[in-house]
């Protein structure tokens, strides 16, 4: 059995996540990540690479690749241990009361306290219930890569942040762009709905897509809307953005309070129900939550603040700021 030892293991190597590697490091702590995605970035690698974010702090404008690759690289210096692609199953106590956190592989982290990042777990797209049998001949769920649409005609679905987003990203590159919601209003920030209107993509409200064609791949896609009926539309790609469904999976089984069957219960200090667990991102809860990578971050810097205190009672809560006190040095996790 594979045994990776650490002081922290973070449960989620999304943003959040990845910010937390880097300021437990700062508080000197060894840290492993544990992901049950292949690659580090949660969703925003898995399903908006090329989206264009506003909300960081520093960054007018910053794709979500490249945040991820700054991510990784600020948390680079303190060696963080990665452990992709086996999710996190089982947790433990041993003799002494260290937690022990098991995989689906069978390989055990021991770890003097957890911090679960997870986003909103593990997630599935909502089909598009017209075409879902086009999967990867033309319908796609989420954009690796905005080239790959150059001078294609694209239908975009749905009304929330993704849809409108990718459609506003997607114009400057594709044929055309056409984006459907089957409501009157969009569910996506008010400013992004604002920019779609007054852009070059055709907008069809109060309508869905209610036909999908082609031969090896698709060509053209029906539209029914209220006022207009049906209309044929070319298309040689159609991204269905109607969110996802989330799944906390085995984390449930771990004993800790879960709120709206969705999201873990934490207090201010970002602990959860269970002693020595944390949490920090989406997957959280509490009165007055705003969920935005920015409060994230925010959110993994308290968590490791008191993990680290619980681990360490004589540390201060507050470590000082990382301009007055030079970074520790870091052993590698075995």
Known sequence: ???????????????????????????????????????????????????????????????????????????????????????????ARDPGGRIEVGTRSGALIGCGAVLISGGIGAFTPRLLPAGSEWLGRGLSYFVPSLDAHAGQDVVVVGGGDSACDWALSLQPLARSVTLVHRRAAF???????????????????DAEVTGVSGQDRIDSVEITSKSHGARTRPAQAVIAALGFTAN????????????????????TAMATTVPGIFSAGDITDYRGKVRLISVGFGEAATAVNNAAVLMRPGEQLFPGHSSDVPPPAIPVAP
């Not at 690698?45 to 007018?60: Q, R, S």
């Not at 569910?187 to 409200?205: D, G, P, Y």
């Not at 906390?248 to 207090?267: C, F, K, Q, S, T």
Request: charged share 20%; net charge negative.
């Open 1 to 91: 059995m594979k045994v990776t030892e650490c002081d922290l293991l973070v449960v989620g190597a999304g943003p959040v996540g990845l910010y937390a590697a880097y300021y437990a490091g700062f508080r000197g702590l060894r840290t492993a990540l544990l992901d049950s995605l292949p690659e580090v970035g949660g969703q925003v690698t898995a399903m908006y690479p090329e989206k264009p974010i506003y909300d960081i702090a520093g960054f007018p404008i910053v794709r979500g690749r490249e945040l991820v690759a700054r991510l990784v690289e600020q948390a680079s210096r303190f060696h963080p241990v990665y452990l992709l692609g086996d999710p996190a199953v089982t947790l």
């Open 187 to 205: 569910r996506a920030h008010e400013h992004t709905v604002s920019q779609l209107m007054t852009s070059k993509v055709e907008v069809i409200a």
């Open 248 to 267: 906390l999976g085995p984390i449930r089984d771990w004993g800790i309070e879960i709120v709206a069957n969705r999201y873990i219960a934490v207090d």
